[in-house]
């Protein structure tokens, strides 16, 4: 039983072909050969849905399109296409007014929280923002009184709400930038990265913190990282990312026990096996991700896929169902073949 669980087939966030497009810049190649108008597809095509109450992981290297992705969803970088339907409303069409107050229910915690935090502000001023601009609080005196709760519910004490945020270690920052997506009682967080920069004692208390608050306020949480480790021990469900599209999605038991796309594959040779048998097999991919001005063309993995075949570089593979709940995009699923196996022997 994961400690996350708590998903109630209820769809709270409906993802539909969300695309996130930003023209390439261009190097001195790119002008000796005329390409001009290079697209990059940040985010090419994603559909997802989200349950009330359930963590959604999703995983991926670097680069991969994750934080657009969970920033495209809030709309704090305006998607090229698709919808992101709330709750029942379409957040992709709200008018400004609208999204303010969608805002208050839909809130992220990012990855650095020193970047995002005023340094010129205290704690009180940070966290007491949101109720400011919602207009939650019905005086300094109301403000107050509630940031310092949230504040202590976190793990601050009272005397530290009127320092500044060089004052904090990372973790007490992070536990800052928690207060402050929380004390607006959103319903649904993007937790971009939010132990990544954080030593490994502190993205424990951290990931306990999250747990926690999960259960008490009731949250559903989009959860980006590149840790597998870390979305194994907490998501419900696993959506894997490579180069802007989603490759693989499923329940975290099946993704980590059966993984079906080989870059998943890839990905879970690096956790230990559930029985502490130790480390399995690594599988290193060979090459880097490539150049998102120049995709490949076909499926985007096939680079880098030990298991590629012709049809791999000029079709790109559709989403099949493999297991309930469970969708990969491979030319090769029917042969059921996995580099685990393949590695380990
Ligand atoms: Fe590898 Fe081909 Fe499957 Fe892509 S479609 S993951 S290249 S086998």
Redesign the pocket.
Known sequence: MHPGRGGGNVSLLKVEGLSKHYQGKHGLFDRLTGARHTVVRAVNEIDLTVEKGEILGLIGESGCGKSTLGRAILRLHEPTSGTVNFDGANVTTLDPAALKAMRRRMQIIFQDPYACLNPRRTVAEIVGLPLKLHGLAANEAEQREKVAAICARVGLKPGQIDRYPHQFSGGQRQRIGIARALISHPEFIVCDEPVSALDVSIQAQIIALLLELKREMGLTYLFISHDISVIGYLADRVAVMYMGQI?EMGPVEQILANPR???TQSLMSAVPEVDHSGPRKRIKLSGDLPSPLRPPT????????????D???S???DIETVGPGHTA?????AEK?TLLDEASA
């Open positions: 490759v796309h080989p870059y076909g499926c985007k993995f096939h680079t880098r896929c030990p298991l590629a075949v049809a791999c570089r079709q790109q593979p995009a491979c030319h090769r699923l073949l």
